[in-house]
Each structure stands twice: as C-alpha cells, then as structure tokens.
C-alpha cells in the first residue's frame, strides 16, 4: 500500500499562490505517477494534474494550465502543486493520489491511494 498525506492547505487572497505538498509513505517504489484532484462544495471530483513518478510527462486540465504547475522530488517521495493568481473558484479540498499501474491520467478511477486532502480557500 501507500499513504499520501497533503499539507500546504489554507485561506489566501485572490492573486495570491500556495504551494500544496504530498508525502508518500510504503511501497513508494512501486509508485507509477501522483495526481492532484480537487472537488469544490457539491461538485464532482476534478482533475488538476499528475506526474509520471519516473521524469516522464506531466498532465494538466486545460483550464488550469499556465497557473497550477506539479513537480515531485523522488528522493523525497513527494510531489508538489504549485499554484499561482489563485481565484476565488479554486476554493476546493484538494486530493492527492498514487497510480500504480495502467495509462489514463484523468479520472479518479485512474488512481489506487488517496490522501484526506487539504482545504483551499481564495478570498475575493
């Protein structure tokens, strides 16, 4: 198994950035790739982006491009969301995930651990 566990969480103005962090624990050797996902008030889980956990590709939502970037430190076995002129609409918890194995990236079903997330919340 592994546990990822989120920080970085909190309450930010809108422009400002916030740099969430994931901390994966166990078999992190057998880690594929990690993917962030948020889900605001009554909505679905969304996708944010993911990393190949090897220094492959990373994947984002188109919407958020530009302003959220992922990047991960192997040694550490963590994984990093950098997000910048944050909005008052990326109010989310914000969900960390280990892929173990096969080739989609988007979708929650994708992803085999999840952490308990962290609270995002812009202010306008």
């Known amino acids: 198994q592994v546990q990822p566990v989120e920080s970085g969480g909190g309450l930010v103005q809108a422009g400002g950035s916030l740099r969430l962090s994931c901390a994966a624990s166990?078999?992190?050797?057998?880690?594929?790739?990690m993917g962030w996902f948020r889900q605001a008030p009554g909505k679905e889980r969304e996708f944010v982006a993911a990393?190949?956990?090897?220094?492959?590709?990373?994947y984002y939502t188109d919407s958020l491009k530009g302003r959220f970037t992922i990047s991960r430190d192997n040694v550490e076995n963590t994984v990093y969301l950098q997000m910048n002129n944050l909005k008052p609409e990326d109010t989310a918890v914000y969900y960390c995930?280990?892929?173990?194995?096969?080739?989609?990236?988007?979708?929650?079903?994708?992803?085999?651990?999840w952490g308990r997330g962290t609270q995002v919340t812009v202010s306008s």
């Open positions: 166990g078999r992190t050797f057998s880690i594929y790739g």
């Open positions: 995930a280990a892929k173990m194995r096969g080739s989609g990236w988007y979708k929650t079903t994708d992803y085999h651990y």
């Open positions: 990393i190949n956990w090897s220094g492959g590709p990373t």
